[in-house]
């Protein structure tokens, strides 16, 4: 199983070939997906070919429209981490505004990619790979107990008894939490299953917090929840 899948898409072909000899070399048990264009790379993320653990996008000589490909993925939600890649530093300011996870100027060195793979390697690594994205952030699965949504802000509750809130909605992160421990049981909630300490009739108990299960997803909720417990018995 690859250790993290990684997404290229600049359309100057030899520098996303290079990009991509680069990144094989350094981080040989990835899996990388190349776009040959910024609309094929918008298809593959709504159609959910790949969940991508990082982005390398290029910006040069398009008048900014890189931008605007990644202020699309924002807007739909997805905060994959994005590392825009240039000719020059012109766009330097309005690749933050867009909460780009770094910035870097060509020839880009390996030395320079190395600097920017190693926290998200690092997290990647630990704990199986899972960990959710959103604006600068990077959260373990593990340090979350659930995550809980209000009109247009998503709250994430940790396990520490820290909360992180940020303006989404909570269906934003549906791509990123699916095949995981997390279970969607409320229009407005979705527990981690790992931190549940009990099911009760209409709700699960997560520590001292009582969630909500909604008429909605109350059957499904409970056989997911049922079914994951007979899985983790049969691990262990």
């Known amino acids: ?99 780009a996870y770094n910035y870097l100027v060509k020839p880009v060195e390996s030395g320079e990619l190395e600097h920017v793979l190693v926290h998200i390697l690092e997290v990647c690594r630990r704990e199986g790979g899972r960990a959710l994205y959103f604006r600068y952030r990077t959260l373990q699965h593990d340090h979350l107990a659930y995550i809980s949504s209000s009109l247009h802000s998503v709250t994430f509750h940790l396990t520490d008894g820290k909360k992180i809130s940020c303006r989404a909605r909570l269906g934003d992160f549906s791509g990123q939490l699916s095949d995981s421990s997390f279970l969607r049981c409320h229009q407005s909630f979705c527990i981690n299953m790992e931190k549940v300490t009990s099911l009760k009739k209409n709700s699960f108990v997560v520590g001292q917090t009582e969630i909500p299960i909604s008429r909605t997803y109350l059957k499904t909720a409970r056989k997911k929840y049922k079914d994951y417990l007979a899985e983790q018995k049969v691990c262990s």
């Open 1 to 99: 199983m690859a250790v993290m899948t990684i997404a290229i898409c600049d359309e100057i072909r030899k520098d996303a070939q290079k990009l991509y000899r680069q990144l094989s070399t350094l981080v040989p048990d990835a899996e990388l997906l190349l776009y040959r264009t910024r609309e094929s790379l918008l298809k593959g993320l709504a159609e959910g070919h790949k969940i991508c653990d990082l982005i390398f996008l290029g910006l040069d000589g398009d008048q900014g429209r890189s931008l605007e490909t990644v202020r699309t993925m924002r807007l739909k939600g997805h905060y994959i981490p994005v590392v825009l890649v240039a000719e020059n530093e012109k766009f330097y300011k309005e690749a933050f505004e867009v909460f």
